[in-house]
């Protein structure tokens, strides 16, 4: 079940590696190295290539997780990733100012769901102590059913934790390997339109759990033009999901399906229910972010040096909506 990621990280290894090696301290002119991962709005944003309305060239690296991308970002293999809130604090912690925050992506509960195999008795998750549970370790999904776990007076460990990636997730619910998958959208839809699993539980409104545009600081500070045509295609890219959800579950359906997992787009059109797709710096989402490093810290899992006053940048995102602005009455 693990192969696929142990040779994702060992690829990365060796992108890194080959990174420092050629010398390749910024990026080509205009263009953007991204980390690119199966998530809804990654697809939409790489294969509609929204970026290139703006004359971008998006050179993409595709990460099992949030964990993977934080790492290669951290390691500078990478110029701007899409983190969930808890790879996104970590990656605070432990680079300091070298990066920052410049731009929302979509938060919400309910992106965070809880499927257990078609047929199983289990009906709730208080009945997943001592059950085998495929989670990521790290990830905002993890940290939000940590949060659930301490909440109900329980210990991590009255779980069997079965850290995997989004492909492995999926092997583990075929081969009926695990109890339950937590994971987040696509990855429930795609196991409960395969029907294979049913879903017991989300977290809608019990976590908001931001996903951030996350970039190196340098990167941003030398390229405010190419940093703000980017996040321009990024502010589209979650429109068209928002206004043309159907149009948007067609986009991710074809690009799964080329990596071999063929399921109807209708499905993944109600997966895009579960999300809010919004890049905006929300200040409630600022501090639900702050709220959930400070979780993190007092259960040892991340550093507490995070300068929360130079975290967030919110000029690349000013001037990005001012290009769509200017985009949107020139197309009239």
Do not use: C
Not at 124 to 147: P, W
């Amino acid at each position: 079940m693990f192969r696929r990621s142990i040779a994702l990280g060992i690829v990365l290894v060796f992108f890194v590696v080959a990174v420092s090696a050629l010398g390749w301290a910024a990026s080509p002119s205009g263009t953007v190295r991204w980390s690119y991962r199966l998530t809804p709005e990654d697809i939409v944003f790489t294969k509609g290539k929204f970026a290139e309305r703006y004359g971008v060239t998006v050179q993409s690296v595709l990460f099992a997780t949030g964990i993977e991308a934080r790492d290669a970002l951290i390691a500078g293999a990478i110029d701007v990733a899409e983190l969930g809130v808890s790879p996104a604090v970590t990656a605070l912690a432990r680079a300091g100012r070298n990066l920052v925050i410049i731009a929302g992506d979509e938060y919400g509960g309910g992106k965070y769901r809880v499927v257990v195999p078609k047929g199983s008795p289990i009906k709730t998750v208080d009945e997943l102590r001592g059950k085998k549970v495929a989670i990521k370790v790290g990830s905002g999904n993890y940290t939000a059913f940590l949060q659930w776990v301490q909440s109900r007076g329980y210990n991590i460990k009255d779980f069997q934790i079965v850290d995997v990636g989004d492909a492995d997730a999926v092997a583990a619910m075929e081969s009926r390997s695990v109890d339950a998958v937590i994971y987040w959208e696509p990855i429930p839809a795609i196991l409960v339109a395969k029907g294979i699993a049913r879903e017991i539980f989300d977290f809608e409104g019990y976590v908001t759990n931001p996903v951030w545009v996350v970039a190196r600081r340098e990167w941003v500070e030398k390229n405010p033009d190419l940093v703000a045509r980017f996040l321009a295609g990024w502010i589209e890219a979650l429109a068209f999901m928002t206004e043309k959800p159907a149009e948007a579950a067609e986009i991710i359906s074809k690009a799964l399906a080329e990596r071999g997992i063929d399921i109807p787009a209708t499905a993944y059109t109600q997966a895009l229910k579960h999300d809010r797709y919004e890049p905006w710096l929300h200040p409630f989402l600022i501090r639900d972010t702050i709220e959930v490093h400070r979780f993190l810290v007092r259960e040892n899992r991340a550093p507490a040096n995070i300068d929360w006053k130079v975290a967030f940048d919110p000029r690349p995102l000013a001037q990005a909506m001012q290009l769509v602005v200017e985009r949107a009455l020139t197309e009239q």
